[in-house]
């Protein structure tokens, strides 16, 4: 009678092959039980979708999501995942991923800590400190790492072989009912490699732990199948003889082979598809910067405009509503008017009539002049803030964190994960990688914000004056376009203005050719006052403030992110945070200096 008889499955699975075009592997069927201490060896090539299943099994993917992911794109049909009911759910799976994950925040031992800590079958367990610092040896020195020299480095001081280690000892102290191995020997000699392998047969055979195990190792995965001792596989390498290993763990062990499906040249002659290499140029990848930073800011900017412009329109509106000088000039008509009157007439009282004639011209003059002039204050007002101020200031602000948190996020994880220093191999410079691309996006992603919520501020100002009374829609426009497009005080453009003009065509164009190059002012012969005078021209002044600000903010990301030649994942988001309020800082600085830049032009 086998081992299997008379247990319980604690899982079984099945998944079908529905399409060979899609499937990575050309079994018609996969299909394995996993009973208490059982080990099943998953193999095959890479891509034959081993981690695939692995994932699903350990509930990386949902059953619902998954199953139906997994049969659309990939065309493998998951018929059966059946686990023992009676295993509470956060008891059945753990996994040691082909990519070593460990808490960057924490030594090894923590790390070793916080698993043994929240152990769901161990939960309820006192742990006190002998014990848990001896179960910590235990399992560091179960992988082959040294309790005292190892267990208090941090996984970013390992070697690629030691974090691997490292992560098996966390899936080992988890002590679930099955643990999923992905390649849990790659990287590790030999000896260790076997070392593990025994300690996993220990779990296997003394704790009943199920394994999955994924692995191009096939001797030491014997070991794991009880199949031949250490000695056995050190001799099998160097061509010595092998031994066999007892019935009863020969048949709690099996191998289920997935065999990859070819290239889909192989399949009905079909023509080689080619993978994409989208993104491997400066102009590419600018496009997916571009679109990333426009769009997915766009949003943001126009619901942070809207909130502003009905806020400081309906402000404007309402104080300006508010403001009422009838009884203050008729009061001052009195006081001056009355003596006048006195003297001509020769009389002492003036005459009431008089009085109440002059009031009524007065209110009448009012009335004329009053309105109009609050709805120029109020058009002029809402231009100059929003093109002149805090249009360009509150873009950037919301950009430091939406552009440069995220420029600084990518730049500091390719730091941190040695990309930049593979760059760096290759021949190609990492800030030319990523600066060019990203900054030329963003010269261009941020000034289109920036008009883009002007505009809609500036428009609602067009439907709020009128409703609390100040002047018309069309009259708001119209004073508006006055206030942002005024002319420019050079000499060049005064001259073509009045001698050619653009109604004659430009007809005696070569005849003022030199007068229509010279760009002083036509108050100043100092070409600074030029620079000043262009430079501060509402419209070239609402971009230039955009694109410098946008500069500094990716100039800053950039200093935040290669600051620190040897950057690990822990220090990722203390970059991104030194970058958005570093930058938001100099964003500050510098909007001061432009209103400063500003008062040069309002004073001549």
């Known amino acids: 009678m086998s081992p299997e008889a008379g247990k319980r499955p604690v899982l079984q699975f099945r998944a079908n092959n529905t399409n060979q075009l899609k499937c990575p592997f050309v079994n018609r069927t996969v299909c394995f039980t996993l009973y208490q201490g059982s080990c099943v060896h998953l193999a095959g090539p890479s891509g034959a979708g081993k981690t695939t299943l692995a994932n699903y099994i350990a509930g990386l993917l949902s059953r619902r999501q998954g199953t139906i992911m997994l049969r659309r794109t990939l065309g493998i049909d998951i018929e059966e995942c059946t686990w023992d009911e009676s295993i509470p759910e956060g008891e059945r799976v753990g996994m040691l991923f082909q990519q070593t994950t460990l808490l960057d925040s924490l030594t090894v031992a923590g790390n070793v800590c916080v698993a043994l800590e929240n152990c769901p079958s161990k939960r309820n367990v006192l742990w006190s400190e002998a014990k848990t610092q001896s179960t910590i040896k235990r399992l560091l020195e179960t992988v082959g790492l040294d309790y005292l020299r190892d267990g208090s480095k941090r996984p970013s001081e390992l070697s690629g072989g030691m974090a691997r280690r490292a992560s098996l000892a966390l899936q080992i102290a988890q002590d679930k009912r099955v643990i999923v191995l992905d390649e849990p020997f790659a990287g590790l000699d030999l000896t260790t490699a076997v070392g593990v392998a025994k300690e996993l047969e220990r779990l296997r055979k003394e704790k009943g732990t199920a394994l999955l195990l994924i692995s191009h190792e096939p001797d030491v995965v014997d070991v794991v199948m009880g199949k031949a001792t250490k000695t056995e596989v050190l001799q099998r390498v160097s061509d010595v003889s092998r031994l066999s290993s007892s019935e009863d763990d020969r048949s709690l062990s099996t191998t289920v082979t997935l065999e990859r499906r070819g290239s889909d040249y192989d399949y009905h002659n079909r023509s080689p598809s080619h993978p994409s290499t989208f993104g491997k140029d400066a102009r590419q990848r600018f496009i997916i910067k571009l679109l990333d930073y426009f769009l997915y800011s766009l949003p943001l900017i126009l619901l942070t405009f809207l909130a502003a412009g009905l806020a400081i329109s309906m402000l404007s509106a309402d104080i300006l509503r508010r403001v009422d000088v009838t009884d203050s000039v008729l009061s001052i008509v009195s006081r001056e008017i009355k003596p006048i009157i006195q003297m001509f007439t020769g009389e002492d009282e003036v005459n009431p009539m008089y009085t109440m004639m002059i009031n009524m011209k007065v209110k009448g003059m009012l009335n004329q002049t009053v309105p109009p002039a609050k709805a120029t204050l109020f ?129 005696a164009l070569v005849d003022t050719a030199y007068s229509l190059l010279d760009i002083r002012c036509t108050f100043s012969d100092s070409y600074i006052d030029a620079i000043v005078e262009i430079t501060t021209h509402p419209i070239g002044f609402h971009l230039i403030k955009s694109v410098v600000f946008m500069s500094i903010i990716m100039g800053v990301a950039e200093i ?24 938001s800082l100099l964003v500050i600085f510098s909007d001061w200096a432009f209103s400063q830049l500003l008062l040069k032009r309002q004073t001549h």
């Open 379 to 507: 058009a002029l007002g809402m231009a100059k803030l929003f093109v002149l101020e805090i249009g360009p200031l509150i873009t950037a602000l919301l950009l430091s964190g939406r552009i440069g948190g995220s420029y600084a996020g990518e730049v500091a994880t390719m730091q941190s994960t040695s990309q930049n220093k593979l760059l760096a191999t290759l021949g190609i410079s990492p800030v030319m990688w990523t600066l060019l691309p990203s900054l030329a996006a963003s010269w261009i992603a941020s000034p289109l914000l920036t008009m883009s919520g002007t505009a809609l501020a500036l428009e609602i100002g067009a439907h709020i004056g009128p409703f609390y009374g100040i002047g018309s829609t069309d009259g708001y426009r119209v004073e508006l376009w006055d206030a942002i497009v005024v002319p420019l005080r050079l000499r060049g453009v005064t001259s073509w203005s009045e001698n050619v003009g653009w109604e004659h065509g430009g007809q």
């Open 560 to 583: 935040s992110a290669r600051h620190d030649p040897d950057l690990t994942p822990r220090g990722v988001p203390k970059v991104i945070t030194t970058s958005v309020v570093m930058g």
